[in-house]
């Protein structure tokens, strides 16, 4: 470790001043500051509290329950990333409901889909599109081919999140928060610039961080040094510019537009989805309107975790019946979530 680093490192296990709490809102800086070790070596006046960073986590029971009516019928296969089968809905995941007869592929990349679609053209298929502005662009590259070849059995649900339109709710609902950790992958595709308005209004600093253990506690301790100011500072300048990838933020403006979005456990945020325009509600199986989050557990409090109101372990839940393998919330279902990781870093 250079001197620099051992500077920055021991700053931030003796820091002395008032307490605060820092969040991050990414589920991949959530699974490196657990693997990494990061909490363990900072002050305990430095709180890392995780946000709604998880695509999955935040996905509500409505979208899980359409989902899993779209696999039961006739004709019709469900195509999707790995982490949202295990999801809960209002009853049952889309893994329940597979072992009921339920048709659902799990793919590795939206664009594997194509192909399906084409060696089967008598079947829709529906792909779930769940993510945040990290995947939007895969998403509109997806329906560039299906526009263009015009492939009409390929369809989407979405439930694309966008970051600043929550990180603001957060602000607005009194969250208890000092800095944010502000999400690498994400400003890739927005730009660092995305997060100054936001720490203006709420005189807040805001660090763009990569996922190395080093890259983390440099971010920390940029915004650690910069509490009660209003600043964005990149720490990423390795990937993230001040306006981010321009080209990408012009296909994804050309299908989709802005949407009033529910987030799980945090009810609905305005302007903080993306939704397929208008022009090609053909290619839609019914976004619009998925709007009912109902717990499968009423005791989970998932909704206050990814609020940072309460750490995982504070859950009545967690690490009893809510585990891995049986997950009660959706913060215990992908890596990416603060409970998983919890649980993971008390049993290994």
Not at 158 to 186: N, R, W, Y
């Amino acid at each position: 470790m250079d001197e620099r680093l051992v500077k920055i490192r021991d700053y931030l296990k003796n820091y002395k001043g008032p307490d605060i709490k820092l969040m991050e809102v990414c589920g991949s800086h959530t699974a490196a500051i657990s693997k990494s070790g990061i909490k363990s070596i900072v002050s305990e006046k430095i709180h890392l509290v995780s946000g709604p960073g998880c695509p999955v986590c935040v996905t509500p029971s409505a979208y899980i329950d359409r989902l899993i009516e779209i696999a039961m019928e006739d004709n019709m296969q469900v195509a999707t990333f790995g982490d949202l089968i295990r999801v809960p809905g209002s009853k049952e995941s889309l893994s329940q409901a597979k072992g009921r007869g339920a048709k659902v592929e799990m793919l590795y990349s939206p664009m594997d889909v194509i192909d399906m679609a084409k060696k089967e053209k008598d079947k829709i298929f529906v792909f779930a599109a769940v993510g945040f502005e990290t995947t939007a662009p895969v998403y509109a590259l997806l329906m560039d081919v299906i526009v263009k070849e015009q492939i009409n059995n390929i369809k989407l649900l979405t439930a694309i999140k966008t970051m600043p339109e929550v990180i603001e709710s957060l602000c607005e609902k009194g969250a208890d928060i000092q800095g944010f950790i502000a999400p690498g992958h994400v400003s890739v595709i927005t730009g660092s610039k995305v997060f100054e308005k936001l720490a203006i209004k709420y005189n807040i600093p805001f660090g763009v961080a990569g996922f190395t253990a080093e890259e983390l506690l440099i971010a920390i301790y940029g915004i650690v040094k910069n509490i009660g100011k209003p600043v964005v500072n990149n720490y990423y300048t390795s990937v993230v510019s001040s306006q981010g990838n321009v080209k990408a933020k012009a296909l994804i403006d050309k299908y989709f537009e802005k949407t009033d979005a529910v987030w799980r456990g945090m009810g609905e945020v305005k302007n903080s989805g993306l939704i397929l325009r208008k022009q090609y509600t053909q290619y839609d199986m019914g976004s619009r309107g998925l709007k009912e989050d109902i717990k499968l557990n009423k005791a989970c409090k998932c909704e206050d975790v990814l609020m940072g109101n309460i750490s995982s372990r504070q859950c009545p839940l967690f690490g009893k019946i809510c585990n891995p393998m049986f997950p009660q919330g959706a913060c215990m279902v992908s890596e990416e979530g603060s409970c998983y990781q919890n649980y993971l870093a008390g049993n290994i």
